[in-house]
């Protein structure tokens, strides 16, 4: 099996743009999370879809927003980007909601 | 929201057993100890997980407490590829918290 992609794997912004990562997850895997990774600040919480329906969200501002396919493919955007959104975005998928958790390798965004 | 508290950092010596502990005092009945550890430029990966009984796997043991409130990840003898900031967390929560993991040195 195919493991867990994201798309792009480096982005550059300027602040006040608006971007968007994907992520495709294993075949069969229908839940998709999202992460915030910076230096000292650990991986946050962003979001998590099940099944096409948003099924948690973590404390972040409504500029961060997601969504799920039906083919379970997720994306994620960040409008009016600013400097402190700079991080490494990952994505997480599982076949169910008490299944282990399989990485990707993270979009690098900086925002300029 | 469930939360986990695990230590800043810890050391190592290669070939060394290696004891990382993790409490979660506020965990629920149905919450699985799960964890997972990052490499360096990596995404983590998974490393164990469980309920209520210890487990074991090729990677690590998890010994859980009798009251659930603390559980420990143990690496029988540490290498030096298993340098990585190990994650302990709750799963199913409303929120997957991670925090901020135990940076694990490794010393030849």
């Given amino acids: ?7 792009p794997r480096y982005l550059i912004k300027t602040r006040g743009q608006q971007v968007t990562l994907s992520c495709s997850p294993i075949s069969g895997h229908r839940s998709v999370s999202w992460y915030q990774q910076t ?11 099940f099944s096409e329906t948003q099924r948690n969200k973590g404390n972040f501002p409504g500029r961060f927003s997601g969504r ?3 083919n379970s ?6 409008s009016t ?14 076949d169910s909601p008490n299944e282990k958790l399989f990485f990707g390798s993270g979009t690098q965004l900086s925002v300029l | ?16 057993p290696v004891h990382l502990p ?11 100890i799960h964890w997972y550890r990052q490499l360096p430029s990596q995404g983590p990966e998974y490393v164990i997980h469980g309920l209520t009984s210890n487990v074991n796997n090729r ?6 407490a009798e009251d659930r409130k603390s559980s420990t990840l143990i690496l029988h003898r540490a290498t030096l590829r298993d340098a990585a900031v190990y994650y302990c967390i709750l799963v199913p929560t409303d929120k997957l918290i991670f925090g901020t993991g135990t940076r694990l040195q490794v010393f030849p």
């Fill in chain 2, 59 to 64: 990677m690590a043991s998890l010994a859980i």
């Fill in chain 1, 81 to 94: 980007l600013e400097l402190g959104d700079s991080a490494l975005y990952l994505c997480a998928t599982r």
């Fill in chain 2, 1 to 16: 929201d469930a939360k986990t508290t695990q230590p800043n950092s810890m050391e190592s010596n290669e070939e060394e």
């Fill in chain 1, 68 to 70: 799920q396919f039906s």
């Fill in chain 1, 1 to 7: 099996k195919a493991g867990v992609t994201q798309t």
């Fill in chain 2, 22 to 32: 993790c409490n979660h005092s506020t965990i629920s009945g149905t919450d699985y």
């Fill in chain 1, 73 to 78: 493919r997720s994306e994620m955007n960040v």
């Fill in chain 1, 39 to 49: 230096p000292g600040q650990g991986l946050q919480f962003l979001f998590e879809y």
